[in-house]
């Protein structure tokens, strides 16, 4: 668990991250750089889940470097299935980091989403769906290791 407590805002205890996988944490299918190491120190305090459409070479080979749970949605309705599997990890302990439109749902409705630029942009309902934006995954994650950096942009 970590406990987020930004001013102005109610304190989060934080027990799971979800994690979109192309665009967000991956690009061309490949674990972008300075991702692996920081999934695994958060996943010491988190339970960690990366969603993806993608093909099943592929969710087997990301299972196997990071370590952490992958499901596979289907490619129909993904932002209701991305926020429909939200809903069952519980919403209110749950940090979601994405960068598409079909993530749009699970960043609004998490109690912190994050929305990261990357190399394929953020679609514009994923920005506004988000808490705060960020360049890349490694920054991304990096606001949960260390949690002052989120005060600082989020505090009122
Ligand atoms: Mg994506």
């Known amino acids: 668990m970590i406990r987020l407590t930004i001013p102005g ?9 979800i994690l979109d996988m192309n665009g967000t944490i991956a690009m061309d299918g490949m674990v972008s750089g300075g991702v692996v190491e920081r999934v695994k120190k958060l996943a010491k305090s988190l339970k960690i889940y990366v969603l993806t459409a993608g093909t099943q070479g592929r969710i087997d080979e990301i299972k196997e470097i990071l370590q952490v749970e992958v499901h596979q949605i289907n490619r129909r309705r993904e932002a209701e299935q991305k926020a429909e599997f939200l809903r069952k990890v519980d919403p209110e302990r749950t940090i979601t980091i994405g960068n598409g439109t079909n993530d749009s749902l699970m960043l609004k409705q998490a109690a912190l989403g994050i929305g990261i630029i990357g ?11 988000a808490d705060v934006i960020v360049k890349d995954p490694k920054d991304a994650l990096d606001l949960l290791l260390k949690p002052k950096r989120l005060q600082a942009t989020l505090r009122k």
């Open 9 to 17: 805002r109610k304190a989060i205890e934080v027990e799971n991250l």
């Open 119 to 129: 190399e394929e942009g953020i679609s514009r309902e994923a920005l506004l769906s």
